[in-house]
């Protein structure tokens, strides 16, 4: 069943074990079991409600699952094990395994009351205990990474929303996470800055030693960039190579899904 | 001088009481609306009833009651505090406790958004508190903060009941003696004005700046 690209091998980075979340009374994600390889490029492609950017979410800890087992690294997330029980984690505990993990959100989120620079530099000062020297330099690198090095000391609301996702993208990858989460980054841009925002993306991806989870609409780029494509439909429907997916999917649920970019 | 302004000089004796008790009740209160906003955020249960208790009393009963109970009852219970020692405390306490609804409401309309960012970056709760919710918060208390200055100011009339000599302590004692009343209320009047329209207009300067950086 599980496919894997042939370059990943190894210990998972990332491990789902029969995840459930419940909100209210709608259970958003049942039963999920899933391995993400260090450098993996894995997409999340499904409808909306399909519980995808829960599952991200779950990962830096925005949500907490209602049962079941998260290890990052070969280390529990949301737990601790004390003489074989498992108990769960405390914030320090949260924090630090966490800290491997970097996510950028569909609306920015930057900071608006600090410039762009100030935004990059701030978790790298605060969080790492850079000097402010070293993290000015490499903010500033990540910055002209993005294409943004001309904009350091402007603010948030002057910048269009394309080049605000950019900075929330610097503003993740210089805490040097292994693994990134990009949730709907391009959903709330208009259509002329989807562009400049995947182009990043691909960027990142092509230097080969990010494991990205992207949860996306954008079917192109998802054939393009995943190394491993994920249909789900609050549980994990039908997984395997882009090409499996897009060209040959074997559940009619994904066929239906797909139909509808197919005509568009 | 020419009657009426032969009175002026008097009334402006108690204009220096009346702005030293709005300058020291005001710094009470700014840290009171922060000590006790903070703390009906917390997740501490105790601390959290305590300040709602603390808010629900000082809004829920009268400022002169208040300022009479600290004069007169106090001292009754050995607890003996000078005229312009119940005056700053009893102002402050009031003012802080509306202070800190400013501050509760502001930190709460912070988009969630924020905080979300904040614990994605690994940073500490009390660093997303200080650094990413309270400096785009305060922005937001900055005009009801000044709001509730002007009532402060006009509030420390009230003073002159528990015997301070501010400024309608002073219209009262010349009324008294003089019986010149509509002059020298005319005047008090003016003088209250004269003090709170500057507020009033600086208020709505820093509201501009704010919405111009905003928008």
Known sequence: MEKQNDAVKGRPIVRYHKIAKVFGDQQVLTDIDLDIFPGEKVALIGPSGSGKTTLGRLLVTLERPTSGTIEVNGELLWHKSVNGQLLPADEKHLRRVRGQIGLVFQQFNLFPHMSILQNVMEAPVHVLGMSKGEAKEQATAMLNKVGLGHKLESYPRQLSGGQQQRVAIARALVMRPKVMVFDEVTSALDPEMVGEVL??????????NMTMLLITH???FAREVADRVIFMDGKIVEQGSPNDIFVNPQNPRTNAFLSRFRQA | MQPPFDILPALLRGVWVTLELTFA???LAFVISFVV??????????LKILAAAYTEFFRGTSLLVQLFWVYFVLPLLHVNLTALQSGILILGLHFGAYGSEVVRSAMMAIAVGQTEAGIVLNMKRSQIRWRIILPQAFMIMIPTFGNNLIELLKATALVSLITLKDLMFQGTMIQNTTMRTTETFGLVLMIYFCLAYPLTLG??????RITVGRA
């Open chain 2, 203 to 208: 208020v709505r300067w820093i509201e501009r």
């Open chain 1, 218 to 220: 954008e079917m192109a």
């Open chain 1, 199 to 208: 182009a990043v993306l691909k960027e990142i991806a092509a230097e080969g």
């Open chain 2, 37 to 46: 906003g903070f703390g009906r955020m917390s997740k501490h249960l105790p």
């Open chain 2, 25 to 27: 009740a005001a710094c």
